[in-house]
């Protein structure tokens, strides 16, 4: 089986993630994580939606990984009409489910960002 290298043009993608954290671009973050196009944004978790609804212009799809379950974030629902009103969809999934398809997106070349609870 061939294999081919992803150029992700620069972004950060998801290296792994454990209970408690995830690993990005070599480095261990604990707790809560929120990536845009610029990179790793500072992020309390639910419901601090505001550094994610203020770079929203920059992404055309949020995930939000919502731990080991789906479940609808406490405090999310002013911030994903504020999400939707500048045109970013939202996504709903659990944390792993919100790793994976973030990476993919990124190699397609996606305009995506995650807001993450550790699982």
């Known amino acids: 089986m061939r294999t081919y ?4 043009e620069g972004r950060l993608p ?3 993630y454990a209970p408690g954290g995830f690993r990005v671009g070599g480095r261990v973050h604990r707790g809560p994580l929120a990536l845009v196009p610029e ?3 500072a992020w309390r978790g639910p419901p601090d939606f505001g550094p994610l609804v203020e770079r929203a212009a920059g992404f055309d799809v949020l995930l ?9 974030p406490e405090g999310f629902t002013t911030a994903r009409a504020l999400l939707e009103a500048v045109g970013a ?3 709903f999934m659990s944390t792993p489910s919100a790793c994976r ?5 990124l190699g397609e070349g996606r305009r995506v960002a995650a807001a993450l609870i550790p699982v």
């Open 64 to 72: 939000v990984g919502t731990g080991a379950i789906i479940a609808h």
């Open 101 to 105: 398809t973030y990476n993919v997106l």
């Open 5 to 8: 290298a992803v150029d992700f």
């Open 39 to 41: 990179g790793i944004v």
């Open 14 to 16: 998801i290296d792994g």
């Open 89 to 91: 969809g939202v996504e």
